[in-house]
């Protein structure tokens, strides 16, 4: 039973935390409302109406300005049942330790799926794909969609992500340099960036437009499950890289496209942005 956008339910939670309930199922909220004694709010009858018996209860532990975007993207898409629960990085732009308690490494995204603790972005879109997702297509079934579908799925965490996270952790230490180290600092930053990053991140940059000039879709015609994957970090490397549509023509269409869809304004919706890379 899958029940379409509209509605979302905030929970107040004694600790501070947000629980937000989005597009959920009668067993989902009667369990959690007999798990938190703090739950202030209370169902509107739409809310109520909406309810089913047979959706499965999916958790996001989602985390401010991360990769765990992609799995709302994907919930949006597969139009399940799902709830959030948002954690802020903190001064220090790390994930708060209570991640720690869903999974050992306390990052994000991790999902729960029941009692089954998920973690990995591309291994949660591909177990949810291949659980729930069946009928809406977003695996190819061809050999060569398939094939795509795979190494993207891979490629844009084990290739490009590191080169972005490298980036983005050289800029800050650049912008957090104390005066006195700072020349210093930023002579070093600068060496990296012009002998390692630089080259590096245009060469992703053009495989990329390479690759979505001969296909809309990083694994064909279709959207797949790789694109969200990509999602999230080819907006990075947009924003991180200063290209734009003149240099970057379809990759620049392929984000532009990415962020018509209707999954993703409903996802942006809840974790209240207007796209990915804000
Ligand atoms: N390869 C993992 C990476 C997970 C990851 O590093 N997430 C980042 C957010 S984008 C995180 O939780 N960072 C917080 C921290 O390291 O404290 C995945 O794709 O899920």
New binding site residues.
């Given amino acids: 039973m899958q029940i379409a956008n509209a509605y979302s339910i905030l929970y107040s939670i004694e600790d501070n935390r947000d629980l937000k309930l989005c597009n959920s199922s009668s067993w989902q909220v009667r369990e959690q409302r007999k798990k938190s004694k703090h739950i202030k709010h209370k169902m509107s009858d739409t809310e109520n109406k909406a309810i089913t018996s047979n959706s499965p209860s999916i958790v996001v532990y989602w985390?401010a300005?991360?990769?765990?975007d992609r799995i709302l993207l994907l919930l949006e898409e597969l139009e399940l049942p799902y709830v959030i629960q948002k954690f802020e990085?903190g001064p220090d732009?790390?994930?708060p330790a209570e991640?720690k308690k869903i999974h050992p490494?306390?990052?994000?995204?991790?999902i729960k799926d029941g009692d089954k603790v998920v973690?990995?972005?591309?291994?949660?879109i591909d177990y949810l794909i291949s659980k729930y997702g069946k009928e809406k297509h977003l695996k190819p079934t061809n050999e060569e969609d398939l094939f795509q579908y795979n190494y993207f799925l891979h490629y844009i965490?084990g290739s490009l992500?590191p080169i972005l996270?490298m980036k983005y952790i050289f800029l800050n230490l650049q912008k957090q340099a104390p005066w006195l180290v700072k020349p210093v600092v930023n002579g070093i930053c600068n060496k990296i960036d012009q002998l390692y990053l630089g080259p590096n991140i245009r060469a992703h940059l053009d495989f990329l437009e390479g690759e979505l000039k001969q296909r809309k879709w990083l694994a064909g015609e279709q959207f797949s499950g790789a694109d969200i994957q990509a999602s999230?970090t080819l907006e990075m490397l947009l924003k991180r890289s200063n290209a734009n549509e003149e240099n970057v023509p379809n990759l620049s269409r392929y984000v532009a496209a990415m962020r018509e869809r209707p999954a993703y304004k409903r996802a942006m919706e809840k974790v209240g942005k207007s796209c990915i890379a804000e």
Avoid: C
């Avoid at 300005?65 to 765990?68: C, E, I, K, L, P």
């Avoid at 973690?119 to 949660?124: L, N, Q, V």
């Fill in positions: 985390l300005d991360s990769r765990a990085r732009k790390l994930a991640l490494l306390g990052k994000s995204p991790v973690a990995e972005s591309g291994f949660i965490e992500m996270v999230f």
